[in-house]
């Protein structure tokens, strides 16, 4: 076999293209350390296994076949075509032994197409162009390597032909709070890739916390490898929002980087999907900003999100249209999953990994100064709205921790959550009066004060009152909201968690176990909430001693507690209880407040959300944000 286009010894090949482009994505192969679940998403393997010597080097034993129709190696066409100038792609094999590749399509609705083969004999490389075009709805290209004697993958990637649309000098902003060996390790990840390194402008580390990243045993090394691309600024703790301005503000000032990637601290990273955000970004027709899906981090198959958007009437961010969600790599591949196989657009992308091009900011601004939440959904529909689309590209992402393993809508983050919804609101909403907030507000207000959660309420009137404040206070409040929620949390019992000494309850599990239960229909649900007001209204017995029961997480249901004075509740991490006391007079007051300011924002909402979009250069400026960080 010869590394020209011309192969007489490769059947298939396709002539006439270059044999130098641009590589878009890496084929890569599954580590080590990883267990048979993870290697579904580099390798699809049945009774046979690929014998991996390293990332790009493996051999597919005599007789055997291997498919590459998985996450991290199959090529997302149909994004390809839909956002980017390329007309075709080249898939691009260095191979020794003998065998065959066959390469393959899917259409939308997940049909495979075999799309064609090319017989290996010999050592060298196969170079096949493939046309983007039959992909205007979804699908995706793969290869299947079947050997006859045995064949080696030497190296694999897929390339194009012409340059790209613009330049891409990579800077990576990652906003860090107390998490000093999980950034070093996304810092030395990032530095030890060559393909990643050689695009590398700057690293931008915000370190916002006490424990600091400059301490961690590792961070020398790192920043040798990095030099003086690293820029690290050590600051306040002014959340996501302010650790993300940090860093685009010093990417902004101090680098010549054409694009900004803002990268969580609490991540584990497939350093080539960096690369993957950065080159889709040079190739689209106009700048977009392109996101990372989310994998679960303690289930390392399931991809747990695709992307989001923004239901514009209720206000609050969902799973886009048609997206997969929780989905395992290890149950179903992706040839058998027709749902991965449509596109999905979004609205926005998660700061968890997002790519910027320069420009956004230059043009939008920074982030708003939200402290946490809504930040990154924000400023998606803020970019959008300026031109700038976001697109969530598969086989580009990172391992994060699953908000379902988080307690965020009930703990110190339900004020944020609250009061950052009603800003974007103000700021994005279509609806004069508000849409369906006040109405939702008020509907989950009713469900955690059942649920005994007097603290996230609590948290809840507090950010309706801060709201109808105005703008004025958003910023000035920045360095000091965490304290003074937490503060008001802390006056309430049921957002202490308990992790020794939990009393045993007076009844056993097998009580929960049929309260469990939901209730399904209206006249079911009707039932269950007439019951609910009954208990409300009646005497508590007194605090203190046992728990009437112990409920797991997954069970701490409004059918399930309001019907009990006393309960521990697990946490969602499952690393202690909580426990709560039903308090009608503390319910009551929490209910009519909530009710009356709910009320008062949708009254006022068209001049509230006048005064936000007054405010909104003000709120988003460089000048603004160089004050709040002391400079």
Same mark, same amino acid.
């Given at each position: 076999m010869t590394t020209t286009t011309a192969r007489p010894d490769v059947a298939g090949a396709t002539d006439g293209a270059d044999a130098a482009g641009t590589l878009l994505q890496r084929v890569l192969l599954p580590r080590p350390e990883d267990p048979a679940k993870v290697r579904t998403l580099y390798v699809e393997e049945t009774t046979d296994r690929l014998h991996v010597a390293d990332r790009a080097r493996g051999s597919v034993p005599a007789g055997a076949e291997i498919s590459f129709? %998985?996450?991290?190696?199959?090529?997302?066409?149909?994004?390809?075509?839909?956002?980017? %100038?390329?007309?075709?792609?080249?898939l691009r094999l260095e191979l020794r032994g003998t065998g065959r590749v066959d390469v393959h399509r899917s259409k939308a609705d997940g049909t495979v197409v075999h799309d064609r083969s090319a017989t290996v004999t010999g050592d060298g490389t196969v170079e096949l162009e493939l046309d983007l075009m039959p992909f205007v709805d979804g699908g995706w290209y793969w290869f299947d390597l079947v050997a006859d004697d045995s064949l080696e993958l030497v190296e694999a990637g897929w390339y194009a032909a012409r340059a790209p649309e613009r330049e891409g000098r990579l800077a990576v902003g990652i906003c860090t709070f107390n998490r000093p060996a999980d950034c070093v390790a996304a810092m030395s990840t990032i530095a030890s890739d060559p393909v990643v390194s050689g695009e590398l402008a700057a690293v931008v580390v915000a370190d916002q916390g006490n424990r600091k990243v400059r301490d961690d045993a590792g961070f020398a090394a790192t920043a040798d490898a990095l030099g003086n691309r690293l820029h690290l600024v050590e600051q306040g703790n002014l959340g996501g929002s302010g650790g993300f301005a940090r860093a685009m503000y010093e990417t902004l000032e101090n680098t010549d980087a054409t694009h900004l990637l803002f990268l969580d601290d609490d991540v584990q990273l497939e350093a080539d999907s960096l690369h993957r955000a950065l080159t889709f970004s040079r190739y689209t027709t106009e700048p977009v900003l392109v996101g990372g899906q989310m994998l679960h981090l303690q289930n390392r198959s399931v991809l747990h999100t695709m992307g989001e958007v923004v239901d514009r009437h209720a206000f609050l961010y969902r799973p886009a249209a048609y997206a997969e969600m929780q989905h395992d790599f290890a149950e179903d591949s992706l040839r058998e999953t027709a749902e991965l196989?449509?596109?999905?657009?979004?609205?926005?992308?998660?700061?968890?990994?997002? @790519?910027?091009?320069?420009?956004?900011?230059?043009?939008?601004?920074?982030?708003?100064? @939200?402290?946490?939440?809504?930040?990154?959904?924000?400023?998606? @529909?803020?970019?959008?709205?300026a031109g700038y689309r976001t697109v969530t590209l598969p086989g580009a992402a990172i391992w994060h921790l699953a908000w379902t393993d988080k307690d965020d809508v009930s703990d110190w983050q339900a004020y944020f959550f609250a009061r950052n919804r009603l800003i974007a609101a103000a700021l994005h909403s279509p609806h004069r009066d508000g849409g369906g907030i006040p109405g939702s507000a008020m509907k989950a207000d009713l469900k955690h004060l059942l649920k005994l959660e007097y603290s996230a309420v609590a948290l809840h009137v507090k950010a309706y009152e801060d709201f109808l404040a105005g703008p004025s206070a958003v910023f000035a409040s920045l360095p000091?909201?965490?304290?003074?929620?937490?503060? @008001?949390?802390?006056?309430?019992?049921?957002?202490?968690?308990? %992790?020794?000494?939990?009393?045993?309850? /007076?009844?056993?599990?097998?009580?929960? /176990?049929?309260?469990?239960?939901?209730?399904?229909?209206?006249?079911?649900?009707?039932?269950?909430?007439?019951?609910?007001?009954?208990?409300?209204?009646r005497p508590a017995r007194p605090a203190g001693g046992r728990p009437q029961l112990q409920v797991p997480a997954q069970d701490a249901q409004w059918f399930v507690l309001s019907q009990l004075d006393s309960v521990t509740v697990g946490t969602a991490d499952g690393r202690g209880v909580t426990f709560r006391h039903r308090d009608p007079a503390t319910a009551k007051r929490l209910a009519k407040r909530s009710v009356e300011l709910n009320r008062e924002i949708r009254r006022r909402f068209p001049e509230l959300s006048e005064q936000y979009r007054a405010a909104w250069d003000e709120l988003t400026s460089k000048e603004a944000w160089r004050a709040a960080f002391g400079e």
């Amino acid at each position: 076999m010869t590394t020209t286009t011309a192969r007489p010894d490769v059947a298939g090949a396709t002539d006439g293209a270059d044999a130098a482009g641009t590589l878009l994505q890496r084929v890569l192969l599954p580590r080590p350390e990883d267990p048979a679940k993870v290697r579904t998403l580099y390798v699809e393997e049945t009774t046979d296994r690929l014998h991996v010597a390293d990332r790009a080097r493996g051999s597919v034993p005599a007789g055997a076949e291997i498919s590459f129709a %998985t996450y991290f190696n199959a090529f997302p066409a149909a994004y390809w075509r839909r956002w980017t %100038t390329l007309p075709s792609v080249l898939l691009r094999l260095e191979l020794r032994g003998t065998g065959r590749v066959d390469v393959h399509r899917s259409k939308a609705d997940g049909t495979v197409v075999h799309d064609r083969s090319a017989t290996v004999t010999g050592d060298g490389t196969v170079e096949l162009e493939l046309d983007l075009m039959p992909f205007v709805d979804g699908g995706w290209y793969w290869f299947d390597l079947v050997a006859d004697d045995s064949l080696e993958l030497v190296e694999a990637g897929w390339y194009a032909a012409r340059a790209p649309e613009r330049e891409g000098r990579l800077a990576v902003g990652i906003c860090t709070f107390n998490r000093p060996a999980d950034c070093v390790a996304a810092m030395s990840t990032i530095a030890s890739d060559p393909v990643v390194s050689g695009e590398l402008a700057a690293v931008v580390v915000a370190d916002q916390g006490n424990r600091k990243v400059r301490d961690d045993a590792g961070f020398a090394a790192t920043a040798d490898a990095l030099g003086n691309r690293l820029h690290l600024v050590e600051q306040g703790n002014l959340g996501g929002s302010g650790g993300f301005a940090r860093a685009m503000y010093e990417t902004l000032e101090n680098t010549d980087a054409t694009h900004l990637l803002f990268l969580d601290d609490d991540v584990q990273l497939e350093a080539d999907s960096l690369h993957r955000a950065l080159t889709f970004s040079r190739y689209t027709t106009e700048p977009v900003l392109v996101g990372g899906q989310m994998l679960h981090l303690q289930n390392r198959s399931v991809l747990h999100t695709m992307g989001e958007v923004v239901d514009r009437h209720a206000f609050l961010y969902r799973p886009a249209a048609y997206a997969e969600m929780q989905h395992d790599f290890a149950e179903d591949s992706l040839r058998e999953t027709a749902e991965l196989h449509r596109r999905v657009d979004v609205d926005y992308n998660a700061w968890w990994m997002c @790519l910027i091009p320069r420009e956004v900011p230059e043009k939008i601004g920074l982030p708003l100064p @939200l402290f946490i939440k809504w930040d990154d959904a924000e400023y998606g @529909l803020r970019a959008k709205s300026a031109g700038y689309r976001t697109v969530t590209l598969p086989g580009a992402a990172i391992w994060h921790l699953a908000w379902t393993d988080k307690d965020d809508v009930s703990d110190w983050q339900a004020y944020f959550f609250a009061r950052n919804r009603l800003i974007a609101a103000a700021l994005h909403s279509p609806h004069r009066d508000g849409g369906g907030i006040p109405g939702s507000a008020m509907k989950a207000d009713l469900k955690h004060l059942l649920k005994l959660e007097y603290s996230a309420v609590a948290l809840h009137v507090k950010a309706y009152e801060d709201f109808l404040a105005g703008p004025s206070a958003v910023f000035a409040s920045l360095p000091t909201a965490l304290a003074d929620v937490r503060a @008001l949390q802390q006056q309430y019992p049921d957002s202490r968690v308990v %992790t020794a000494d939990v009393p045993d309850p /007076e009844m056993d599990a097998v009580v929960v /176990e049929g309260m469990a239960q939901p209730p399904v229909g209206k006249v079911a649900i009707a039932k269950a909430l007439l019951r609910a007001a009954r208990q409300a209204v009646r005497p508590a017995r007194p605090a203190g001693g046992r728990p009437q029961l112990q409920v797991p997480a997954q069970d701490a249901q409004w059918f399930v507690l309001s019907q009990l004075d006393s309960v521990t509740v697990g946490t969602a991490d499952g690393r202690g209880v909580t426990f709560r006391h039903r308090d009608p007079a503390t319910a009551k007051r929490l209910a009519k407040r909530s009710v009356e300011l709910n009320r008062e924002i949708r009254r006022r909402f068209p001049e509230l959300s006048e005064q936000y979009r007054a405010a909104w250069d003000e709120l988003t400026s460089k000048e603004a944000w160089r004050a709040a960080f002391g400079e």
